[in-house]
């Protein structure tokens, strides 16, 4: 053993790459420089076909991360209109927004095997899915999502804040369009747009507004209500080119061509995917009510930071567990691109201006402290926020300099795969502080304050149980598919833990928020006595998906909207004793007949009776209800959903 840690550690990436897999697959490695041991990230191909699953990172000289494969088992047999067929049913029959491309691949999850990799994507709402379909069954294996959206972010801060001013226009490769080294940007024009965004006969007529003058030069006056607005090309491009230069100059990284870019159509929103078809991302900013997200750099940045991500790591996006669904992949990928636009604006109201237009100050808010498990929702871009108020934490901190979080950042998210979790996200960052301090590259304190950062987090060791005490609120998110079976009743990503009052008090579990976009969506509570709700993992076999169902519990309750939902007590719903430990979890349940994917809105409190309620209204409705729901997230209906089979635990050393 002590003979394989130092053959292992003078190895190159390379080598110890190869050492994972058959020995005739073909590896290539991407480094990333970072000052605390370069990050490189191994990929491989086997008989000329891409190994999905394969990824071996390498840090210095030291296997951080790999997932050992052979050679694939069965064959190619089942026909390519099959696996698009299977890909296009994800999408429960929306309109697609491009023709699906498929190709053969190799998926090393679980074992590898041949497979078919498709892109797809729906057009209204857009969403781009890449999936993964067995060649052999043709079952799905897995989907991750390949657009992502910046939640109507409007008009920046800048608007609000600054003056418009003539700047130097940076990286242009002619001299009479906004065409460079970084941005290629383009107005999207049909007026019908808005009916079906990503359409190609509605986007087809692409032009660009933006005409240099006599001298040259792009000056135009601000025009947010106009759909041929030069202004907003120009403010793309510039912001454009000021996120892809920071992330070059700062990482070194690049993407592999200018970043196309779209502005001035119909849209409450933002997004970073593939929305022409071509097999590359592009940033896609909407306007809506006179509010262009274009005139926001936070968006841009944000939306480009999704760019580094998916160029740098390879995160999941929903899975699941023992105790419920979990999101960390996603809020990871959320709430590093809000860090990005943090990092370049040191700003941490992330869409100021986008808040006005929701009564709100930001869309969102870096600076609330944020920890596991009490702020998780369930909806990546609120859980995102732990990992923003993180980061926002750690540029306020004087042990640290700006250069120091962003190398932070970069030595974390470099490591990541489609594991990364909470926990390793924690560890990761870590690790880099470790890194960069053993490269003589970050002093003992900003080591401490980083441990600091994250133990206020409560990264580590965050288990996902929240202490639900008296009159104490948590939001919740409910992901509802509409899919009968085991995607029928979906749990929430955190349980409750409820301690019987001493007294032999009653406890009112309430909802007092019920955001409910179907009205086809109802409540599953599962409570279990002294132990958490315990679930399942099930990959469904129509999907190849995976999900929890609950199994292990006491007794379940079903219900609706605001207000009373259960009663635990002596004489309760559910008779319980004084000093009682329950564990409660809520789930989503269809009412009337399902529809497809949608996300439903929970605020759960406890009232401990005798202490906020009056005994007078005790018998009905007793739970007081708060008034307007508040939908922190108005466009989270367009999110992406995600399960994946959860690769062989990493076997690095
Ligand atoms: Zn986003």
Same mark, same amino acid.
């Not at 190609?200 to 032009?207: A, E, H, P, W």
């Not at 604006?345 to 006005?356: E, V």
């Given at each position: 053993?002590?003979?394989? =840690?130092? @053959?292992?550690?003078?190895?190159? #990436?390379?080598?110890?790459?190869?050492?994972?897999?058959?020995?005739?697959?073909?590896?290539? %490695?991407q480094t990333h420089a970072f000052a605390g041991g370069d990050r490189h990230r191994?990929?491989?191909?086997?008989?000329?076909?891409?190994?999905?699953?394969? +990824?071996?990172i390498?840090v210095g *000289?030291?296997?951080r991360?790999?997932?050992?494969?052979?050679?694939?088992?069965?064959?190619?047999?089942? #026909?390519?209109?099959?696996?698009? +067929?299977?890909?296009?049913?994800?999408?429960?029959?929306?309109?697609?927004?491009?023709?699906?491309?498929?190709?053969?691949?190799?998926?090393?999850?679980?074992?590898?095997?041949?497979?078919?990799? %498709? $892109?797809?994507?729906?057009?209204?709402?857009?969403?781009?899915? !890449?999936?993964?379909?067995?060649?052999?069954?043709?079952?799905?294996?897995?989907?991750?999502?390949?657009?992502?959206?910046?939640?109507?972010?409007?008009?920046?801060g800048?608007?609000?804040?600054?003056?418009?001013?003539?700047?130097?226009?940076e990286g242009?490769?002619?001299?009479?369009?906004?065409?460079?080294e970084f941005?290629?940007?383009?107005?999207? *024009?049909?007026?019908?747009?808005?009916?079906?965004?990503?359409?190609?006969?509605?986007?087809?007529?692409?032009?660009?507004?933006?005409?240099?003058?006599?001298?040259?030069?792009?000056?135009?006056?601000?025009?947010?209500?106009?759909?041929?607005?030069?202004?907003?090309?120009?403010?793309?491009?510039h912001h454009l080119d000021i996120v892809s230069r920071w992330a070059q100059d700062t990482y070194g990284f690049s993407r592999?061509?200018?970043?196309?870019?779209?502005?001035?159509?119909?849209?409450?929103?933002?997004?970073?995917?593939?929305?022409?078809?071509?097999?590359?991302?592009?940033?896609?900013?909407?306007?809506?009510?006179?509010?262009?997200?274009?005139? *926001?750099p936070d968006?841009i940045y944000h939306e480009f930071g999704h760019g580094i991500v998916?160029g740098v790591a390879? =995160?999941?996006? =929903? $899975?699941?567990?023992?105790?419920?669904?979990?999101? $960390?992949?996603?809020?990871l990928n959320?709430g590093t691109a809000d860090v990005i636009a943090l990092l370049l604006t040191q700003d941490p109201a992330i869409?100021?201006? @986008?808040?006005?237009?929701?009564?709100?100050?930001?869309?969102?808010?870096l600076v609330?402290? !944020?920890?596991?498990?009490?702020?998780?929702?369930?909806?990546?871009?609120?859980?995102g926020?732990l990992w923003g108020h993180l980061f926002y934490r750690l540029t306020l901190d004087e042990r640290l300099e700006l250069a120091d979080v962003e190398a932070l950042l970069w030595g974390a998210l470099s490591t990541w795969?489609?594991?990364?979790?909470?926990?390793?996200a924690g560890e990761s960052l870590l690790d880099a502080a470790e890194d960069l301090r053993s490269a003589d590259a970050l002093s003992d304190d900003g080591v401490t304050a980083v441990e600091e950062a994250v133990s206020a987090a409560?990264l580590? +060791?965050?288990?996902?149980?929240?202490?639900?005490?008296?009159?104490?609120?948590?939001?919740?998110?409910?992901?509802?598919?509409?899919?009968?079976?085991?995607? &029928? %009743?979906?749990?929430?990503?955190?349980?409750?833990?409820?301690?019987?009052?001493? +007294?032999?008090?009653?406890? $009112?579990?309430?909802?007092?928020?019920?955001?409910?976009?179907?009205?086809?969506?109802?409540?599953?509570?599962?409570?279990?006595?002294?132990?958490?709700?315990?679930?399942?993992?099930?990959?469904?076999?129509?999907?190849?998906?995976?999900?929890?169902?609950?199994?292990?519990?006491?007794?379940?309750?079903?219900?609706?909207?605001?207000?009373?939902?259960?009663?635990?007590?002596? &004489?309760?719903?559910?008779?319980?004793?004084?000093?009682? %430990?329950?564990?409660?979890?809520?789930?989503?349940?269809?009412?009337?007949? #399902?529809?497809?994917?949608?996300?439903?809105?929970?605020?759960?409190?406890?009232?401990?009776?005798? /202490?906020?309620? /009056?005994?007078?209204?005790?018998?009905?409705?007793?739970?007081?209800?708060?008034?307007?729901?508040?939908?922190?997230?108005?466009?989270?209906?367009?999110?992406?959903?995600?399960?994946?089979?959860?690769?062989?635990?990493?076997?690095?050393?």
């Amino acid at each position: 053993m002590l003979t394989l =840690l130092i @053959a292992l550690s003078i190895a190159s #990436p390379l080598e110890l790459a190869t050492q994972t897999g058959p020995e005739d697959a073909v590896w290539s %490695v991407q480094t990333h420089a970072f000052a605390g041991g370069d990050r490189h990230r191994a990929t491989a191909t086997w008989k000329g076909l891409d190994v999905v699953g394969a +990824d071996v990172i390498v840090v210095g *000289d030291t296997l951080r991360s790999s997932n050992p494969w052979d050679r694939p088992t069965g064959r190619l047999a089942v #026909p390519q209109k099959v696996a698009q +067929d299977v890909a296009q049913r994800l999408l429960g029959g929306a309109a697609l927004a491009w023709a699906p491309r498929v190709e053969p691949v190799i998926v090393a999850f679980d074992g590898a095997r041949y497979a078919w990799q %498709v $892109d797809v994507a729906s057009a209204n709402p857009f969403a781009a899915w !890449r999936v993964w379909v067995d060649g052999e069954t043709g079952r799905a294996l897995a989907a991750l999502p390949t657009s992502f959206s910046a939640d109507g972010s409007v008009y920046s801060g800048d608007p609000l804040s600054s003056q418009v001013q003539t700047v130097t226009l940076e990286g242009l490769s002619g001299d009479d369009a906004l065409s460079g080294e970084f941005a290629d940007v383009f107005s999207c *024009d049909d007026a019908e747009i808005g009916e079906s965004l990503f359409d190609s006969s509605v986007c087809n007529g692409l032009s660009r507004h933006a005409v240099p003058d006599s001298s040259g030069n792009f000056l135009f006056e601000p025009e947010p209500e106009s759909y041929d607005d030069p202004f907003a090309e120009v403010h793309l491009y510039h912001h454009l080119d000021i996120v892809s230069r920071w992330a070059q100059d700062t990482y070194g990284f690049s993407r592999a061509s200018p970043t196309t870019a779209f502005t001035n159509f119909e849209m409450a929103n933002a997004f970073y995917g593939d929305f022409d078809g071509d097999g590359v991302a592009d940033i896609a900013m909407g306007q809506f009510e006179g509010i262009d997200l274009t005139y *926001d750099p936070d968006v841009i940045y944000h939306e480009f930071g999704h760019g580094i991500v998916g160029g740098v790591a390879a =995160l999941g996006f =929903l $899975d699941a567990d023992e105790t419920g669904l979990r999101w $960390d992949g996603g809020a990871l990928n959320e709430g590093t691109a809000d860090v990005i636009a943090l990092l370049l604006t040191q700003d941490p109201a992330i869409g100021a201006y @986008a808040g006005t237009a929701f009564d709100r100050t930001a869309i969102r808010d870096l600076v609330q402290p !944020r920890s596991c498990p009490e702020d998780l929702v369930g909806e990546v871009h609120a859980d995102g926020l732990l990992w923003g108020h993180l980061f926002y934490r750690l540029t306020l901190d004087e042990r640290l300099e700006l250069a120091d979080v962003e190398a932070l950042l970069w030595g974390a998210l470099s490591t990541w795969g489609p594991t990364t979790d909470w926990t390793e996200a924690g560890e990761s960052l870590l690790d880099a502080a470790e890194d960069l301090r053993s490269a003589d590259a970050l002093s003992d304190d900003g080591v401490t304050a980083v441990e600091e950062a994250v133990s206020a987090a409560n990264l580590i +060791d965050c288990e996902r149980v929240i202490d639900l005490v008296n009159d104490e609120e948590h939001d919740a998110l409910l992901l509802f598919t509409g899919i009968p079976g085991a995607l &029928e %009743v979906l749990p929430a990503e955190v349980q409750y833990r409820i301690t019987m009052p001493a +007294d032999g008090s009653d406890v $009112d579990l309430c909802f007092t928020e019920w955001s409910d976009r179907t009205d086809n969506i109802g409540y599953r509570i599962h409570v279990r006595r002294g132990q958490p709700v315990g679930h399942e993992i099930v990959d469904l076999s129509l999907f190849g998906l995976r999900t929890a169902v609950p199994t292990d519990f006491d007794a379940d309750f079903d219900g609706e909207g605001t207000g009373l939902a259960l009663t635990l007590g002596p &004489e309760g719903d559910m008779v319980t004793t004084a000093g009682e %430990v329950l564990y409660v979890s809520l789930a989503s349940r269809p009412i009337d007949e #399902p529809e497809s994917l949608e996300f439903t809105f929970a605020r759960v409190t406890l009232q401990i009776n005798g /202490e906020v309620i /009056e005994p007078a209204t005790r018998g009905g409705c007793s739970c007081s209800q708060s008034g307007t729901p508040v939908f922190l997230w108005p466009l989270m209906g367009l999110l992406p959903m995600f399960w994946r089979r959860r690769p062989k635990t990493p076997t690095g050393n």
